[in-house]
């Protein structure tokens, strides 16, 4: 058995464990199934109210399910024993509103009393209850990164953060759709339904074999793709807002909470 294969029914502490040994630091989406996964944002604490404003306006890309303490690395609500600084498969630093070259697999070197955590809600979370529907997820069926597009489309400012709305995309037949749209919407809080069914120009997205994050997937005839609000939109808003440090998930690699997904599902 290959190590993605072993990974995808883990729990969730032996998964941490992996990414914070430096044994695995790739995307996590069809992995430790059953669990929620979330995006992360990591800021000084004097950016962290105009923060939660700005997610509490845009809640679609930004559903905010936990925040630390100033200082406190560990997300206890959603993962007792995590560690925010080690246990994220690969981070992004944003220094004034540019990121680092490289992308860390550990970032406690990096970390100060100020810094406030934040974890977002994910659609890698609704993914397993397409597939037991009998859904296929493309994308994990190619064992790829989601792929993730920037849109023209802008989201609510809060304070000194604004940008566009990032979306992901996972192509279906047009007859599977009042299903994708039934099964996503009872997850509002990673992400929900889609935003938009179809072309991708409406959204003011150029060419679906080029995506700004992640990996391209194929539409098989007769499929359109359908989109979904991502939670690397905050990604765009921190480069905008500028702070002196912030940090991130890598795009698709993300941190695995120890809340099944039932948890979050809300069922109409």
């Given at each position: 058995m290959d190590l993605l294969a072993s990974l995808r029914d883990a729990q969730p502490a032996t998964f941490r464990a992996m990414v914070r040994s430096g044994r695995?630091?790739?995307?996590?989406?069809?992995?430790?199934?059953?669990?929620?996964?979330?995006?992360?944002?990591?800021?000084?604490?004097?950016?962290?109210?105009?923060?939660?404003?700005?997610?509490?306006?845009?809640?679609?890309?930004?559903?905010?399910?936990?925040?630390?303490?100033?200082?406190d690395p560990e997300p206890r609500s959603v993962a007792v024993g995590?560690?925010?600084?080690?246990?994220?498969?690969?981070?992004?630093?944003?220094?004034?509103?540019?990121?680092?070259?490289?992308?860390?697999?550990?970032?406690?070197?990096?970390?100060?009393?100020?810094?406030?955590?934040?974890?977002?809600?994910?659609?890698?979370?609704?993914?397993?209850?397409?597939?037991?529907?009998?859904?296929?997820?493309?994308?994990?069926?190619?064992?790829?990164n989601v792929p993730m597009y920037r849109t023209r489309i802008a989201c609510r400012p809060a304070g000194k953060f604004c940008g566009p709305l990032v979306v992901s995309m996972r192509p279906f037949a047009p007859a599977d759709i009042p299903r994708v749209r039934a099964i996503t919407a009872e997850f509002p809080t990673m992400h929900g339904e889609p935003i938009h069914v179809g072309d991708p120009a409406a959204l003011g997205i150029a060419d679906l074999g080029q995506p700004d994050y992640g990996d391209p997937v194929e539409l098989h005839e007769g499929e359109v793709p359908v989109f979904w609000a991502c939670g690397v939109t905050p990604q765009l808003a921190l480069a905008e807002a500028r702070p002196e440090l912030c940090i991130t998930h890598s795009p698709g690699a993300m941190f695995v909470t120890d809340r099944t997904d039932q948890s979050f599902r809300r069922p109409r």
């Open positions: 695995f630091v790739g995307p996590t989406a069809g992995l430790v199934r059953g669990y929620a996964q979330a995006n992360v944002v990591i800021l000084p604490a004097r950016w962290a109210g105009d923060f939660e404003a700005f997610c509490r306006n845009n809640p679609k890309p930004c559903p905010l399910i936990a925040q630390t303490a100033p200082g995590a560690d925010l600084r080690t246990d994220v498969p690969r981070y992004r630093v944003f220094r004034y509103g540019q990121p680092d070259r490289d992308e860390p697999t550990d970032i406690r070197s990096l970390w100060r009393d100020d810094l406030v955590g934040f974890l977002l809600g994910c659609s890698f979370t609704f993914e397993q209850a397409l597939e037991k529907a009998g859904l296929e997820v493309r994308h994990l069926r190619l064992r790829r």
